[in-house]
């Protein structure tokens, strides 16, 4: 799309002296803009990955800014109301849709997840206020990033319920 | 009964949408007066057939018919009659519905309006769009049809939305509907859509008389001329969306901000940065009859991100490129963007020698290079804008590629997303520099400005703005950055009163009074002096960013009765807590707070609450809100424990000067409604050449 702005700026300009300054300052504009896109996505990129995922990456992954979702394990809430400081265990679950659905939907990934002892598990530490939603297998979507020690620091935690999840029509009440 | 006649109607509005747009070209490439007026007849008929669909479905909701399942997905019993009315554009497919009502509205209102001025043009116009119209109406038809009822198999299960009774099936009606989403209840998400929608389809007219203009090859600024009032209006109402929109954030969604760079937000925004260029870059046109081809191509981008917008407020495509591949929507939106894309395009490289410039840029210091440089500037923006939405989908569709083909590097490829701060950092700069431009740019000559001159005008304005920076340190803006921002929305503040200023004293060197100059003066030149009220607006909603966005604060805290915390030189202390159901199926928990100035006065008792609605399940957090010029105090109730516990837990932000930000909201309204307003000369201009009267025209149906 920018390319097109300075072949059309330039095309507009009839034959001339004045045309090469405006080529020039129009390129200017252009690739500062470019790369002050290319370094912005750069540096604030954030990496969507699964439990299982971060746990293979391993080290390589550490400090960087990271989406997480996982079902948590409802034994391993602790939360200090005083200190708002939530702590909690959250098992891995499938990103893609299609691996989700062939497993019969949200609700039985989040069970098989959290009673599946081979699944990926990590800790999650978050300061700031419980959710509403927060209880075992729910979903728990994070951002944040993982210290060397393999805990999760989330800085923004969202509650899925695959109970109240939209989209279900009604079943009717057997007869 | 109601869903036949809607159902009907709607089949039929479809047909007549098709019929007219085949009637419409063969009519043009054939010369054939008669099959014009039917193409018209038939374009116009579009209207009352949807509004009697549109009606229905309203009908249906308000009477509750819940083995519709539209009904039954946007509507519950527990909603009141107007939340119901609204429901209409509560969910997907009525949307879709309302989007081609409007449409439907502004197509037959610009044939009413141009039928003999622009008789030439008019063939393509109905063709545009009456072919925009019948894709919405497939849309609706075929895959998302809101009079799709509810059939519950013989054999058990899930009952299956179906237009007609499918084999082995019940009819099924539940007792009562999901209800509408309690986030959509609030006066400022019923009028959202609407606003936007309405800036939405205003925008289709331009696009079709620019495609008309290019299909039968005139070069002349006639149609952007014809179209400019439209774009306008259609422009007003995108503002107005998103300011509502962001409103509506503030009050409802309880994190102390008005714009997160979603992609939903984004999607409207898309339309409205291209579009805002096109206004612009159409002055150089018309007075200097340069930019044809690059405002072509500004309509043809700014109605190519109209539909993805239409399209990405009503779907989760963004969450994932297999979202997105579930509804069959989806594929079908892009088909049509990237058909509607490619044509015009041809359509405006085979005029590509025609649209030549009239004239030649003279200078890099002229009114013509501040144009080009905000036309630079505003489409940065939208493709920065637009990478960001669209970037997890690209990573995520290149990894899938590496994938399918077994390509390494491609497969490497890690699906990344960006938020905020990758905004902040690329527009930020952007939107400033755009900001000072709009300040410099009108004190600018056309052709060829000289420094001097410019100095001449800007001397006074750079000069007050030195005390007003000193001011603005010492009230508290200690951030470089911040500091900046201020500086440049001052300087442009104090430019842009300098050229009211100056128009009045010319006025009243003629012996007019200082009120009665400003008066004649804006009505005199509504485009100009609307221009600059709008670019007012701009500065006053400028200084309410920078103040919410560099000096909020915020804290949470639980307390118990009795406790206080403090923020940014507030106090607020918990006084009590109180429970009760509601008549609407809501369990109302509302906290009671006092707050305290620093020198320990009380300046307000707010009630923050937390919403449960019962049927849906779904909490909604309502803030308290002190709201002054110099900031908000905005507690949230966002934890309550029921009995002898510890109290209740509150998130408080302090947002400074926000207010300036809907302040300025209505300053840049009121500018554009100056500069849309119709203007006596430019009918009498227009009365010059034959029309025939809007009485007429209307007999002549």
Known sequence: MAQTVATQGAASIAKGGGRMKFIVGGLLIIAAIVYLIATSTQSTAQYFFTIQEIKERGASVAGKNVRVSGAVIGDSIQYDAQKLELRF????????????????GLAAVLKTAVNDPNAARMEVIYVGVKPDLMKGEAQAIMDGHIDENGLFHANTLLMKCPTRYEGDLPTPAAP | MTLTLGLTSLFLAFACAIYAAVAAIVAAQRKLNAWIDSARNAAMLTWPLLTLAALSIITLIVQGHFEVEYVYRVSSLSMPWYLRVTALWGGQAGSLLFWSW????????????????????????????????????????????????????????????????????????????????????????????PMLYLGFVSFVVPYAFAIAALIIGRTDDEWIRTTRRWTLVGWLFLSLGLILGGRWAYDVLGWGGYWGWDPVENAALLPWLTGTAFLHSVIIQEKRGMLKKWNMVLIILTYALVIFGTFLTRSGVLSSVHAFAQSAIGP????????????????????????????????????????????LLFIGIAFATLWGTIYPLITETLHEIGIYLNIAPLMAIEKVTVGPPYYNRVNGPLLLALVLLMGVAPLVAWRKASARSLGRLMWIPAALTVPALIAFYFLGAKTPVALLGYGIAAFVGLTTLSEFVRGVMARMRLGENPFGALITLAARNRRRYGGYTIHLGVVVMAFGVIGSNFFQVETQATLAKGETLTVGGFTMRFDSVVNFPTEDQRDVIRATVSVF?????????????????????????????????????????????????????????????????????????????????????????????????AASVAGAD
């Open chain 2, 332 to 375: 079908l939106f892009f088909a049509f963007i990237g058909v509607t894309f490619v044509a015009s395009m041809t359509l405006l490289f085979n005029r590509w020698e025609a649209l030549s410039s009239e004239t030649e840029l003279d200078s890099l210091l002229s009114r013509e290079a501040a144009f080009l440089l905000n036309n």
């Open chain 2, 597 to 693: 100035d620093s020198s320990g006065a009380q300046i307000a008792t707010l009630h923050p609450r937390r919403d449960f609605f019962i049927d849906s399940g779904q909490p909604m957090t309502i803030p308290g809100v002190r709201s002054t010029l110099g900031e908000d105090f905005y507690v949230l109730l966002v934890d309550w424990q029921p009995i002898g516990a510890s109290g209740a837990t509150f998130k408080v932000y302090v947002n400074p000067l926000i207010n300036l930000v809907w302040m300025g909201g209505l300053i840049f309204i009121l500018g554009t409604l100056i500069a849309a307003w119709p203007d006596a000369d430019e009918a009498k201009r227009y009365a010059a050449a034959p029309v025939r009267t």
């Open chain 2, 102 to 193: 409007l449409m439907s509205a502004f197509a037959s209102a610009a044939m009413l309006r141009r039928w003999d001025r622009d008789r030439s043009l008019m063939p393509y116009v109905i063709a545009v769009t009456m072919i925009t119209l019948a894709f919405f109406l497939s849309l609706t038809l075929f895959v998302e049809n809101p009079f799709n009822r509810l059939w519950q198999s013989n054999f058990g299960g899930e009952p299956t939305p179906a237009l007609f009774q499918p084999a082995n099936t019940v009819p099924f009606a539940p007792r009562d509907g999901q209800g509408l989403n309690p986030l959509l209840r609030h006066p400022g998400m019923i009028i959202h859509p």
């Open chain 1, 89 to 104: 265990t959250v098992a891995s679950v499938p990103a893609d849709q299609k691996e989700i659905d062939a497993q019969g």
